[in-house]
DNA sequence: TAGATTGTTAATCGATTAACAATC
DNA sequence: TAGATTGTTAATCGATTAACAATC
């Protein structure tokens, strides 16, 4: 697939979540779907989810809608969630754990292949998940395919890992620390800062007060 | 605190992300700043900066920049983050635990009082944090001051979850289940789902060979 | 066919950036 | 004072929404 133009980070941001409503929808027995129905779902105006789609083909036929295996097959093809990665994740701490447990990842095509960390005894993983030493990491990443690097360390040796990661040749950071990891030419970041997020609620908490009607 | 019109979501994103600069700087020992040395550290325009901060009022002086201190106490006041928030955490997995062990979190106010779970027998949770039995979440919350409920459970309980806690007079939830919980008059809700942010970063990792240059 | 709904073009809205007077 | 930098107004840019021809 080859789309014209660099998608908005606010479309893309969308897309998973029209993969979220679809994969529910089927769940549901709807085999067919029309962008107002999606759109409500959403709580977005039907407008955008079109607008939306187009931007990576024509999925839908006029009168009819959207049909649901097919569109939810180009969505997910779209994510690339029609391809296998490798991914290890650094720092054994409750988030790494959380993410090396979490099986439905497994589903789409994510293969947890590692946790690193400097102790390791305590570290419980499910099985086919080995737990090495940060020192391993390099000599790891060289001899396995290692696609995406999740970072669950503190912000002090986050950097470091990231940097290392790198330079290690994978191309993708899912980044946990509380510090924003930036890309570059050969690698993508996500940053996920759950203390952002909580102090966004709490402004949001507060909003009321602060803001005049 | 009162400020003329509702801020966008953009700028609220944004507003942790200052208070977060401005940490820093302040630990390396920094008295004062321009928005010139915030917008390089960010990623951001200058202009950006002080559009964003002339929301809430005057915080600097011309030709000399912000006051460090004075800054990062304006904007932690914006956060609300001068205030105290009981949370309770509804899920006792991996990132529930994770939650419950943060313990940089009561630095700005959070306190964590207890950890819901229907199994909880195994669940190690820091001193000063209750372990209960889901069943007892309605009387807790009458008897003590709930300000944020975070749930991190799987998503089949995570809507019955954010309709008690709505009908026990939560007004904030901070929500890690894979569904959409929705903001009412009463209620803000902070949706952090981590499955979206591991397929946007997916779909980055792919986006080179769909978009066209 | 008539009704429904897409894909797309045009209009609107809002957010970002640029520019600069005010002033420390 | 001269240089620096804010706060704000105006200009630009981009994203969202509305409208509608195409057509199933």
Redesign the pocket.
């Given at each position: 697939m080859k789309i014209k133009k660099p998608i908005?980070?606010?479309?893309v941001r969308r897309m998973p979540r029209y993969y979220r409503c679809l994969k529910e929808l089927e769940r549901a027995g709807v085999k067919r779907?029309?962008?107002?129905t999606i759109s409500e779902i959403l709580n977005?105006?039907?407008?955008?989810v079109?607008?939306d789609?187009?931007n990576f083909g024509?999925?839908?036929?006029?009168?009819?809608?959207?049909d649901l295996v097919y569109l939810k097959a180009q969505i997910r093809a779209i994510l690339g969630l029609d391809k296998e990665y490798g991914v290890v994740i650094v720092g054994g701490g409750h988030i790494g754990l959380a993410l090396a447990n979490y099986e439905k990842y497994s589903r789409e095509g994510f293969r947890i292949l590692a946790v690193f960390d400097v102790k390791f005894d305590h570290i419980k993983a499910p099985r086919g998940v080995e737990i090495l030493h940060i020192d391993e990491f390099e000599k790891f990443v060289e001899e396995n395919k290692v696609d995406i690097c999740a970072i669950t360390t503190q912000k002090e040796t986050a950097l470091s890992i990231a940097e290392k990661a790198k330079e290690c040749g994978i191309s993708a950071i899912w980044n946990f620390a509380p510090i924003d990891i930036h890309e570059d030419d050969n690698t993508v970041v996500e940053n996920l800062n759950l203390n952002e997020s909580l102090f966004t609620l709490c402004y949001k908490l507060n909003a009321k007060e602060l803001e005049e009607v």
């Open positions: 908005s980070d606010a479309v779907v029309s962008s107002t977005i105006t039907a407008s955008q079109r607008q789609f187009s024509e999925f839908g036929q006029q009168g009819y809608g959207y």
